[in-house]
């Protein structure tokens, strides 16, 4: 970023000071005069410039010590992290818990055995209870449970889950609780919201000076490039805001390693982990659905043998499998609450 706002600075100095006059001649002079003779006071461009820069300079250093995260090397994975939910591992990756993770969740319950999926027509399924939790279950797991099979049902529709307020709040309490303790990815003092509101301010001041450079009727298009670039250059810095701690980085390393595996394998080594987990595609799919690559790992088993899995009772599961079918419980999710 400091090569990039010197390279321009250098634009302008020689924009002013490089001609074609020759040796020992005199510079002429050309005064240009608006035909507005109550035209605007000439904005000093050096005074303009050191504004500009000085704004700018704030944010990226706020950025060098609080935003810029270290280099994060994948691991290669053929497994999510361990004890990392849907929702948490979308919190790990993008450093925000959305509803999407929600939708996640459910595959990934199913996943474990505690549910069964039936598919009907036109969008419709239900959702059975088919195992309990236990002591050893995530605490976690077991609220999304109790917040899906409220009043001790053993099957909800689909109209029941977009009736049930448990399940909204709980899912909203399950997300918010994560962004609330954005510590537990960032380090702690990266997260004040009082750098980011300050970078915001620098950010709103870079604007308006070059809005009111603009105005000004002696402006120079190499001075508003580089009014362009240092908002877009401070604009990225306040967006990168706040930075991962070990721990973060740690865990989105495997995530990130994850989803290029999901990427670039090959059919022999999918074949592979097949055989010795027969379950595999299903275990990966609430990840890849959180990683974005949900159609490329559904491609990857296009002609690879694989069981139906005990809690999806469809005949054709890759109806279910498919990225638009898992969006419907995120419609659900997005929709509003409807009373019974």
């Not at 020992?24 to 050309?30: E, L, T």
């Not at 605490?139 to 001790?152: C, E, G, R, W």
């Not at 307020?165 to 702690?188: A, C, Q, R, V």
């Not at 990857?300 to 990225?323: A, V």
Request: charged share 20%; net charge positive.
């Amino acid at each position: 970023m400091k090569k990039i706002i010197f390279f321009i600075l250098l634009i302008f100095i020689a924009e002013g000071t490089i001609t074609d006059t020759p040796a020992n001649q005199p510079i002429p002079v050309v005064k240009r005069v608006s035909k507005n003779t109550h035209s605007k006071t000439p904005i000093n461009n050096i005074y303009f410039i050191t504004a500009i820069l000085f704004f700018t300079s704030i944010n990226y250093l706020i950025w060098f010590k609080y935003g810029k995260d270290d280099i994060v090397i994948p691991v290669v994975n053929f497994y999510p992290p361990k004890n990392i939910n849907p929702v948490e591992a979308e919190f790990a990756y993008k450093g925000l818990a959305t509803k999407k993770g929600i939708a996640a969740y459910i595959i990934y319950l199913a996943s474990k055995g505690f549910l069964e999926i039936k598919e009907g027509e036109k969008g419709e399924y239900t959702i059975k209870k088919i195992k309990d939790y236990n002591i050893g279950t995530n605490p976690s797991d077991i609220k999304m449970i109790k917040a899906l099979f409220p009043f001790d049902f053993d099957v909800v529709t689909k109209f029941d889950l977009q009736t049930s307020y448990i399940f909204h709040d709980t899912s909203e309490s399950i997300i918010n609780k994560l962004n609330k303790h954005k510590e537990i990815i960032f380090f702690k003092e990266t997260v004040n919201n009082s750098w980011l509101i300050f970078m915001i301010f620098c950010l709103l001041v870079l604007i308006a000076l070059a809005l009111f450079y603009i105005h000004s009727y002696n402006y120079q298009l190499s001075i508003l490039f580089f009014c362009l670039t240092c908002i877009i250059i401070s604009s990225v810095c306040t967006y990168q805001l706040p930075k991962r701690n070990n721990t973060g980085n740690r865990i989105l390393g495997k995530l990130l390693g994850l989803k290029k595996f999901i990427e670039v394998a090959k059919k022999q080594e999918i074949q592979k982990l097949v055989e010795e987990n027969p379950n595999y595609f299903y275990d990966i799919l609430p990840y890849a659905y959180i990683l974005d690559v949900t159609n490329t790992w559904i491609k990857k088993f296009e002609n690879i043998s694989i069981i139906d899995p005990k809690w999806e009772t469809n005949n054709n599961f890759y109806s279910y499998s498919n990225i638009q079918s898992i969006d419907n419980i995120l419609n659900i999710l997005n929709s509003n609450v409807t009373p019974l």
